[in-house]
């Protein structure tokens, strides 16, 4: 049972200072980039028209980390990024790649507080000039599950590198996925959909996943269909029987990538982005962390059907943060968030937006609650910004260079740079850094107590109890190589350390017996805090190492 530092103890030493803890601070100041890499390769149906058949594209990531760090086990995000399964330009966005400035900060902040970070690129591809919505929305669901394939082949692909050598030095039980906008329906995706029948059998609403398209009113075609568009894994090797859905017969849909790795992964965060359905929450989802606009016109809140802004159209029913949220309650799915603490400013401030929204404070969702823009929108989750000058990326055959944006027409008036500003009034990198690093905030802790990271002993349990010091002895006191720990007829489950100032030192976790002996190591002379961790509460006792 974790036990983890307790109130009283943070009282008995009110003069502790505040020190940089890796992972909830940054204690980095460079991060080294790695550009491109291949995790994967699969089917893109992006150049269907052109090609007439799906082709081969690299599954592309660059990884960002802490440099001069010599840890070597890190935890690892992979962060997919926002654009409607749509390459930029094509999407009527400005963003949709990994290297957009919302994805990039992010993946940085994080290296700078210690972790390995990835952004990730995905497959899109999907016809927002179909004839109708029916097409639109088919095309659109069967890119998402697309996503959903190339998200677990990034996971997958991370797990092996550490058999390759673990160039990146990760730890490959500490895996998260983190979406921005799209990304956030992904890594939901991700998150709870555990087999292709639930595609099937949805609940909100019932069989949406199911088109009518001899508009009998029976649906009777399947969005997806694995022989035709792969397993939900993306492991099977998958050839188009015929020609159903666009796609000639005999065309390869599905590469298996890295078939012998799990796609298992520990912590989802979206940021935007919505559930695909609320029936494929189950004990087995991972905990998951949500930062949603409360009001948001693309992302729903509730229980609402998604318009995707690309065409305006309505796609299907989906369940945002305030639905699927209290069922994880309710599952204990996030529970190891409610044993802890948290009483920093963003969580009191995501107590008071949950009020404004009409709900009460479920921990692990976040609410953004800001007022209207001058033109009465709600913006959402502002994370990214862009320069107006900069290009575009290529149009061919015109513009191969690509066009600014501020200049670039819009197909809704306007320029790109315009359009952008309607949802983001006042764009600059200061606005969308400062929301980034609020995110942050509420982040950082929660991974912390989720992924069993060494940061979590800064946190308060709810579930300590403090014990008398007398159930353990130490000796010898002062010390001045290592100190022998032994409890009173009770079992050890594991030692913690720390100095005056409150930061964690050393460690010793599944001890699970009623004595030990700590070696000092390379701890300085001075006094310092042992913790002792029983199923029964927390024991504390001072030591001094001459």
């Not at 730890?171 to 956030?184: E, F, H, K, L, M």
């Not at 989802?268 to 559930?275: D, H, K």
Request: glycine residues 10%; contains cysteine.
């Amino acid at each position: 049972m974790k036990r983890i530092f307790t109130l009283l103890f943070f009282i008995a030493i009110t003069s502790t200072v505040s020190t940089a803890q890796r992972y909830v601070d940054e204690i980095f100041d460079d991060v080294k980039v790695t550009s491109n890499v291949v995790y994967g390769t699969n089917a893109t149906v992006l150049f269907l028209p052109s090609e007439g058949e799906a082709v081969p594209q690299d599954l592309l990531m660059d990884i960002y980390e802490p440099e001069g760090d010599t840890e070597t086990n890190r935890p690892v995000v992979l962060v997919f990024h926002t654009g409607n399964f749509l390459p930029p330009v094509t999407n009527g966005q400005i963003a949709g790649s990994k290297t957009d400035n919302a994805d990039v900060e992010i993946c940085k902040q994080l290296a700078r507080r210690g972790y390995v970070a990835a952004a990730v690129t995905y497959r899109g591809g999907w016809n927002p000039l179909a004839d109708t919505q029916p097409i639109r929305a088919l095309g659109l669901i069967q890119a998402a599950y697309r996503g959903i394939q190339d998200g677990r082949t990034a996971i997958r692909y991370m797990k092996k590198s550490v058999d390759d050598g673990n160039p990146y030095g990760i730890d490959p039980t500490r895996v998260v996925t983190w979406g921005n906008g799209t990304g956030g329906y992904l890594t939901l995706g991700l998150a709870t959909l555990d087999a292709y029948e639930e595609i099937l059998g949805t609940t909100n609403g019932p069989a949406k996943f199911i088109l009518d398209l001899n508009g009998d009113g029976i649906p009777e075609t399947p969005m997806v269909v694995p022989q035709y568009h792969g397993d939900i894994e993306g492991k099977v090797l998958t050839i188009a029987p015929d020609g159903a859905f666009g796609l000639p017969a005999g065309d390869t849909t599905n590469y298996p990538n890295i078939v012998e790795y799990s796609s298992d992964f520990n912590l989802c965060v979206n940021i935007g982005g919505a559930l695909g359905d609320i029936s494929w929450v189950d004990e087995n989802t991972v905990p998951i962390i949500t930062v949603q606009s409360a009001f948001d016109i693309f992302a729903p809140y509730g229980d609402q059907v998604l318009i995707v802004p690309t065409t305006g159209d309505p796609i299907v029913q989906v369940q945002g943060g305030s639905v699927f949220q209290p069922k994880l309650q309710e599952l204990g799915v996030n529970t190891i968030f409610n044993d802890y603490i948290f009483d920093d400013e963003v969580t009191a401030e995501a107590r008071a937006n949950s009020e404004t929204a009409g709900h009460p404070y479920y921990e692990g969702l976040y609410p953004f609650v800001n007022p209207p823009n001058s033109s009465g929108l709600d913006e959402g989750v502002v994370i990214n910004w862009w320069e107006p000058g900069a290009l575009s990326p290529p149009i061919l055959p015109d513009f191969p260079n690509g066009v600014p944006w501020n200049m670039l027409p819009h197909p809704s008036g306007g320029t790109f740079h315009d359009q952008g500003l309607l949802l983001n009034e006042g764009m600059s990198a200061e606005k969308s850094i400062a929301n980034i690093s609020k995110i942050m905030s509420y982040y950082a802790p929660r991974a912390c107590v989720a992924l069993d990271l060494p940061c979590a002993d800064q946190y308060t349990s709810t579930k300590d109890v403090v014990l008398d010091p007398s159930v353990m002895t130490l000796s010898p006191n002062p010390a001045s190589t290592s100190i022998n720990i032994t409890a009173k007829g009770k079992k050890i489950e594991h030692i913690a350390i720390f100095a005056m100032d409150g930061k964690l030192m050393s460690r010793e976790k599944n001890v699970n017996s009623e004595s030990i002996t700590i070696q000092r190591n390379n701890l300085p002379t001075g006094i310092y805090f042992v913790k002792a961790f029983f199923e029964e509460g927390v024991a504390t006792q001072k030591v001094v190492f001459e």
